[in-house]
């Protein structure tokens, strides 16, 4: 199996009727006046491709956000390609507690810890910054 797609934004849309997605705000970047900041709400699209001998139903797959190395979210996606060579998948994530400034990983995981996709987004502090005190 492989990522042909991986991006987080606002939200996500796939219109079955005409076959077709609609991405809005998209996030690669994030500037925060003061932390700890809750992201309100993000969704994760994927767009899989798998060959012809992996299930139609992988097991083990995960959707794993890291923060600057720290792990903040792990769980498995059900995916189901019904026999289909490959699969959009929206995973919708909200109240994402980000702490400091740094670098959020989003990330595709196979069972075998494997990495194969990520989306990286840029977390930067816009607020005032510390200044030290007069000196008397």
């Given at each position: 199996m492989?990522?042909?797609?991986?991006?987080?934004?606002?939200?996500?849309?796939?219109?079955?009727?005409?076959n077709?997605?609609s991405?809005?705000n998209?996030i690669?970047?994030?500037?925060?006046?003061i932390?700890?900041?809750?992201?309100q709400?993000?969704?994760?699209?994927?767009?899989?491709a798998?060959s012809a001998n992996?299930?139609?139903e992988?097991?083990?797959?995960?959707l794993?956000?890291?923060m600057?190395?720290?792990?903040?979210?792990?769980?498995?996606?059900?995916?189901?390609?019904?026999?289909?060579?490959?699969?959009r998948?929206v995973?919708?994530?909200?109240s994402?507690?980000v702490?400091?400034?740094?670098?959020?990983?989003?990330?595709?995981?196979?069972?075998?810890?494997?990495?194969?996709?990520t989306?990286?987004?840029?977390?930067?502090?816009?607020?005032p910054?510390?200044?030290?005190?007069?000196?008397?």
């Amino acid at each position: 199996m492989k990522v042909i797609l991986l991006v987080c934004s606002d939200s996500v849309v796939i219109d079955q009727r005409r076959n077709s997605v609609s991405i809005f705000n998209l996030i690669d970047v994030l500037n925060i006046p003061i932390f700890p900041f809750v992201i309100q709400r993000m969704s994760v699209l994927t767009i899989l491709a798998k060959s012809a001998n992996e299930p139609s139903e992988p097991r083990g797959v995960q959707l794993v956000l890291t923060m600057s190395g720290q792990e903040l979210f792990r769980d498995h996606m059900q995916l189901n390609f019904l026999h289909h060579p490959s699969l959009r998948h929206v995973y919708e994530l909200q109240s994402i507690v980000v702490t400091a400034p740094g670098t959020l990983k989003v990330s595709i995981m196979l069972a075998d810890q494997t990495e194969i996709g990520t989306w990286e987004i840029l977390v930067t502090n816009i607020g005032p910054r510390a200044t030290s005190a007069p000196q008397a």
